[in-house]
T-cell receptor
Framework: GQQVMQIPQYQHVQEGEDFTTYCNSS?????IQWYKQRPGGHPVFLIQ?????EVKKQKRLTFQFGEAKKNSSLHITATQTTDVGTYFC??????????FGKGTMLLVSP | GAVVSQHPSWVICKSGTSVKIECRSL??????MFWYRQFPKQSLMLMAT?????????EQGVEKDKFLINHASLTLSTLTVTSAHPEDSSFYIC?????????????FGSGTRLTVV
């Protein structure tokens, strides 16, 4: 099935610093989704990218899909303590099954 | 938006007993429901895919006789952990593609934290 590698596994930043997590696949992806899971919570959908080279923004979050549709990134500008959580990328494999990356746990110190 | 209600939120059971976890789609019809388990600080591992009115499809290594999945209606899917043992303790979570999933993604239940003692 589809596999996506996500790095880094963990990042600890000071509030106000930027943060980026990367997702890579050895095969071309039809689309990629990003989710955020707060500690003790469940994954919440952030965005889906479909087009080659696509860039989408949500306030301080910028999502990119590579030209070859094999990689994606999520960048947070000027992190806040509310950004704490684990960020997962996920790709469709098979009909509608989502395969999740291992996630990047973000810790933000005030 | 699409909501999936999952119950119970947490359960403690004795080794050897069975536990049933329910996921209901409240405002949409969930033809397909995915069941995941998640160990602390790890990713979500797909266990099985249930489709309304048909048998579930299990991922490699998941015991179908141990993790019974039923998807009897378009709004209800259940996972029963039979003869639970301490190694089954985990966070179980269901998910369904929402309508217009390209905009709203997949909706997750709030999860069930199972502790087997």
């Amino acid at each position: 099935g589809q596999q996506v590698m996500q790095i880094p596994q963990y990042q600890h930043v000071q509030e106000g610093e930027d943060f980026t997590t990367y997702c890579n696949s050895s095969t071309t992806l039809s689309n990629i989704q990003w989710y955020k899971q707060r500690p003790g919570g469940h994954p919440v959908f952030l965005i889906q990218l479909v087009k080659s080279g696509e860039v989408k923004k949500q306030k301080r979050l910028t999502f990119q899909f590579g030209e070859a549709k094999k990689n994606s990134s999520l960048h947070i500008t000027a992190t806040q303590t509310t950004d704490v959580g684990t960020y997962f990328c996920a790709a469709n494999s098979g009909y509608s099954t989502l395969t999740f990356g291992k996630g990047t746990m973000l810790l933000v110190s005030p | 938006g699409a909501v999936v209600s999952q119950h119970p939120s947490w359960v403690i059971c004795k080794s050897g007993t069975s536990v049933k976890i329910e996921c209901r789609s409240l405002d949409f019809q969930a033809t397909t429901m995915f069941w995941y388990r998640q160990f602390p600080k790890q990713s979500l591992m797909l266990m099985a895919t249930s489709n309304e009115g048909s048998k579930a499809t299990y991922e490699q290594g998941v015991e179908k006789d141990k993790f019974l999945i039923n998807h009897a209606s378009l709004t209800l899917s259940t996972l029963t952990v039979t003869s639970a043992h301490p190694e089954d303790s985990s966070f179980y979570i269901c998910s369904a593609p929402a309508d217009r999933s390209w905009d709203y993604g997949y909706t997750f239940g709030s999860g069930t934290r199972l502790t087997v003692v």
